[in-house]
């Protein structure tokens, strides 16, 4: 819940250094700014997102909610599900597999987060939450080209703490085994990390080949560590 019109300056910023074709940043900004970003977007390296959204695939007596079908039409291309805020409110596996069932059949991209709490991993318990977290909202029937799965253990969100390296990469690893046996699919998906990213560590997660992006969160608040975090990433 930030931004507002002038948040779009952070796009021209952008545009003002070259990114590799293979790459891909996507901006989910709040669903008041998804249009209006649409209108100004001029370059294919940028994608916009929604960062949640209602269960329900149709019209409905939902006052105050927004379903896939709306936001596609405002021009998102993407939509975060399952963060961490969210289940904190009490979103539950069950769900969030609705809302997945919802996005992907509007043809967006889920962008679907786990993870697990400081007393869950502290207990050990961390691979046993992220397994059942996945088996309890993923349908084998998913597309999982539509899908990206964002690492995101709740303790080190905005708190400046971030997993050993060596224990980032055996997790995310762990986890595209575990997808692969939920879709039966011969390719690893496609997984990211969040969770106090900055400009500085960025460069140390970079190193890990089992990552293949981040979902940026505080740091998005301000254009220059967002756009210092993906210069850096490139380098």
Same mark, same amino acid.
């Given at each position: 819940?930030?931004?507002?019109?002038?948040?779009?300056?952070?796009?021209?910023?952008?545009?003002?250094?070259?990114?590799?074709?293979?790459?891909?940043?996507?901006?989910?900004?709040?669903?008041?700014?998804?249009?209006?970003?649409?209108?100004?977007?001029?370059?294919?390296?940028?994608?916009?997102?929604?960062?949640?959204?209602?269960?329900?695939?149709?019209?409905?007596?939902?006052?105050?909610?927004?379903?896939?079908?709306?936001?596609?039409?405002?021009?998102?291309?993407?939509?975060?599900?399952?963060?961490?805020?969210?289940?904190?409110?009490?979103?539950?596996?069950?769900?969030?597999?609705?809302?997945?069932?919802?996005?992907?059949?509007?043809?967006?991209?889920? +962008?679907?987060?786990?993870?697990?709490?400081?007393?869950?991993?502290?207990?050990?318990?961390?691979?046993? +939450?992220?397994?059942?977290?996945?088996?309890?909202?993923?349908?084998?029937?998913?597309?999982?080209?539509?899908?990206?799965?964002?690492?995101?253990?709740?303790?080190?969100?905005?708190?400046?703490?971030?997993?050993?390296?060596?224990?980032?990469?055996?997790? +995310?690893?762990?986890?595209?085994?575990?997808?692969?046996?939920?879709?039966?699919?011969?390719?690893?998906?496609?997984?990211?990390?969040?969770?106090?990213?900055?400009?500085?560590?960025?460069?140390?997660?970079?190193?890990?080949?089992?990552?293949?992006?981040?979902?940026?969160?505080?740091?998005?608040?301000?254009?220059?560590?967002?756009?210092?975090?993906?210069?850096?990433?490139?380098?």
């Amino acid at each position: 819940m930030f931004g507002d019109f002038s948040s779009f300056k952070i796009i021209n910023k952008i545009n003002q250094f070259n990114i590799k074709a293979k790459k891909k940043i996507v901006l989910c900004v709040p669903n008041t700014l998804i249009y209006f970003f649409n209108k100004k977007l001029k370059t294919k390296y940028i994608s916009l997102g929604a960062q949640n959204c209602h269960h329900q695939k149709d019209y409905g007596p939902f006052t105050g909610s927004i379903n896939a079908s709306m936001l596609k039409k405002c021009g998102a291309k993407f939509i975060i599900l399952g963060h961490s805020e969210n289940r904190k409110e009490g979103e539950s596996d069950r769900l969030i597999k609705k809302k997945i069932a919802s996005s992907l059949k509007e043809n967006l991209n889920v +962008v679907f987060c786990i993870g697990e709490t400081s007393i869950q991993k502290n207990s050990g318990r961390t691979l046993h +939450v992220l397994k059942k977290q996945l088996k309890n909202s993923l349908d084998k029937k998913f597309d999982p080209n539509k899908l990206v799965f964002a690492y995101e253990p709740v303790w080190s969100i905005g708190t400046n703490k971030i997993p050993e390296i060596d224990d980032l990469s055996k997790i +995310v690893l762990s986890i595209k085994k575990e997808l692969k046996k939920i879709f039966k699919n011969t390719k690893f998906p496609q997984v990211l990390y969040g969770g106090s990213v900055n400009p500085q560590n960025i460069r140390l997660f970079s190193k890990i080949d089992e990552l293949d992006g981040f979902l940026i969160g505080g740091a998005s608040q301000s254009s220059k560590k967002f756009i210092d975090i993906i210069k850096n990433y490139y380098k």
